[in-house]
């Protein structure tokens, strides 16, 4: 009995700490940089249209998946879109789009998938690459802007 005890304080330990080791941080770079940088190269593949359908940055783009919300998603995560290998192998390894992860994937996306999966035939379908790692920090806070607020922050502020 002490076992099972102990396994399930372990366990409630190990859910605390793997809850704080994936909380997104706040991003670093300037969004309204970020909007100025998708407007000049993103907006040609992409758009950021919420879950009400209204257009909350880009055109009708539908060469590169929606972006809304996409800052804690799950890579590849996007419905209806159709990915490349490598990105679904990282959907079902439970990879997230941290910043992180973002920048590095924006400023070379074929080889940044190579790089994270270990394969060196692992392929993107995205073209494009952001030139500076400012650049793509930037256009990672632009979309975080438009993400809706989480649960939490809504909550506190019905409580207010």
Known sequence: MKIIALAAAFGVMATAAFADSHEMAAPTGDAEAGQAIFDRNCVACHVVVNDEGETLAGRNART???LYNV????IGAAEDFNYSDAIVALNEQGE???EENFVGYVQDPTGWLREITGDNRARGRMAFQLRSEEDAANVYAFLASLAPAADTE???SADN
């Open 96 to 98: 997230q789009w941290t």
């Open 154 to 156: 809504e909550e506190a």
């Open 64 to 66: 590169g998946p929606n």
């Open 71 to 74: 800052t804690g998603r799950g």
